[in-house]
């Protein structure tokens, strides 16, 4: 039998906890007898949402935090100085080796700053960059970095295009990942520096299927399956995405009920189009891991409702049994022997 997979949910993370985190823990413990939980955070608080739920508590438990890191805060200096937050003692659990994942939606800085500085990176992960996947026509897309890496260079590309490939063959089951560079153009010679200098470097890249550079437009047909850009570029594009994405659910529900006639063919086309809109709802993939460290660490988006944490846990178990961080441990031991 398949052993469990010990996720840690940070309660106290995020703009609507403990209620959604808690939530959505429980309806994935719900939909995977894979699952163990362990929420950190205020105990009576975390109670008071679970007194609401049916789950199995044999397979629950409350490790108490008496500390919140605010968003706002110095990343830096909020993980050295709230040891019993949520966060710092969710991300113990995972270095000590009592918990296999440990997911959040609090401050982006703090989880990024507190998963290498306690979980830590494998040996020769230069960067450990913050991977979602975002939403095409031909399916979902990597989008490496978007928010760990600000400031990259070209040999941080090239590893976040082998990191991203394994973990786009291991856990979505892609054969040979197209990997493009996020660019201004698809010509050779476009680009800021960092671009033209990564360019040749990721042609060279034996490792990776490089299909070349990729215009902003292009990412949402679908050009590749690994987008590598740094963290700047990337937290951008994954924003717009977000905005475009909820102006058009927005702008199209409006259109829809506009008149009579547009009601009566809303009512008509209403499965198809909920399934279209729910396959580009970017909240619809779970949260993006920090790849690269010795355990598992997923950072959703500070909005996140019950349904994203729900969705992440179920690919905590997915990742978990693809043995992602081995993979990426193993390549670079290669590549440290040749």
Known sequence: MP?????VVDAMGGD????????GAIEALQKSDRIEVIFTGEEERIRQVLADLSYPKDRVRIVPATQ???TAEPPVK???S???SSLV??????H???ADAFVSSGSTGAVLVGGQAIVKKIRGVMRAPLAPLIPTNKGASLLIDCGASVDARAAHLVQFAVIGSIYMKEVQGIRNPRVGLVNIGAEEEKGNALCKEAFPLLQACREINFVGNVEARDIPKGAADVYVTEAFVGNVILKLYEGVGSVLLSTVKQAIMSSPKSKIGGLLIKSELKKALADFDPHA????PLLGLRGLVVKTHGSSRALEFCNTLLECVQFHDQDVNGKIQAYLSKTEES
Request: cysteine-free; charged content about 35%.
């Open 82 to 84: 709230k040891k019993d």
């Open 68 to 70: 919140i890191i605010e």
């Open 78 to 80: 909020a993980i050295q």
């Open 285 to 288: 993939h779970g949260g993006a």
């Open 89 to 94: 003692k969710g991300l113990q659990l995972v």
């Open 96 to 98: 000590k080796g009592e």
């Open 16 to 23: 609507y906890a403990p209620a959604e985190p808690v939530r």
């Open 3 to 7: 052993d469990k997979v010990r996720i």
